[in-house]
């Protein structure tokens, strides 16, 4: 399957995910950030975010129960590039409804030809549905090798 311009739009079905202090703790220790924000009631209090917050980088694990409707070839993909977009901080015991979306698609040559690109926006919103935050994800979509098809 090549990518095209009509799948702009084409989302996944709403899911929540659930901000709970275990994953948010294997997540920090995964990545090797122990700063306090993250871990320390009683540290967090006394910042600007005046309590417990998560690491700018944790919202790239929601985006794993998305069901999404397309079906790419895993194979062809490469991760090009991972931006958040924060429009509040997101909280353990946060309970966070999330849609990712086509957002955009577009070609680039390169040395070895015509790539693709497919940017995924997965929107997170809190219970009472204001905007926290955008994840969104750019992938590399490459040529199929011929006779792959």
């Known amino acids: 399957m090549d990518l095209d311009k009509s799948m702009i739009g084409i989302a996944s079905k709403p899911y929540i995910a659930e901000v709970d202090r275990e994953r948010v703790t294997r997540f920090a220790q995964a990545i090797g950030d122990e700063n306090l ?9 006394d910042t600007a975010y005046e309590d417990v917050t998560v690491p700018p980088t944790f919202l790239v694990a929601l985006s794993s129960n998305a069901e999404f409707p397309l079906k790419l070839d895993f194979k062809r993909m490469l991760h090009g590039e991972q931006e958040f977009i924060y429009h509040q901080p997101v909280r353990i015991g946060d309970r966070l409804e999330c849609t990712m979306a086509v957002t955009d698609v577009y070609d680039r040559v390169g040395k070895s030809g015509t790539m693709q690109f497919l940017v995924l926006d997965t929107e997170i919103k809190t219970e009472d549905g204001v905007l926290a935050a955008v994840s969104r994800n750019t992938i590399i979509y490459r040529p199929a090798k011929k006779g792959a098809e």
């Open 37 to 45: 924000l993250y871990f320390d009631e009683t540290y967090a209090a």
